[in-house]
C-alpha cells in the first residue's frame, strides 16, 4: 500500500515538474518574443542596447577576423 502511495506521489511530482518545465519554456519563448519585437520597433530598453551592442560587436569581431575575405567585413 505504501509503495502504491509513493509511485502515485512520484507520478504527480514527475508531471507537475514536466508541466512546469512546459511552462517555463513558453514563458520564456514570449519574453523573447517580445524583446524581438521591441528590437524591431526600435525599443531602447536596457536588454535592448545589451543586445544590439552585442550583435555590433560580435560582427566587429568577425570582420576583423576575416578582413582580407569579404570587402564588406560581412558574413
Known amino acids: 500500500m505504501i509503495s502504491l502511495i509513493r ?3 512520484r507520478f504527480t511530482w514527475l508531471a507537475l515538474f514536466v508541466l512546469g518545465v512546459r511552462r517555463a ?3 520564456l519563448q514570449g519574453g523573447a518574443d517580445q524583446l524581438i519585437d521591441r528590437l ?6 536596457s536588454p ?3 543586445l544590439a551592442r552585442l ?6 569581431r568577425q570582420a576583423q ?5 569579404d570587402p ?3 558574413m
Request: net charge negative.
Open 48 to 50: 535592448e542596447q545589451t
Open 7 to 9: 509511485l502515485i506521489l
Open 40 to 45: 524591431e520597433e526600435g525599443g531602447s530598453g
Open 65 to 69: 577576423h576575416a578582413a582580407g575575405d
Open 72 to 74: 564588406f567585413g560581412e
Open 55 to 60: 550583435h555590433e560587436a560580435l560582427h566587429h
Open 25 to 27: 519554456m513558453e514563458l
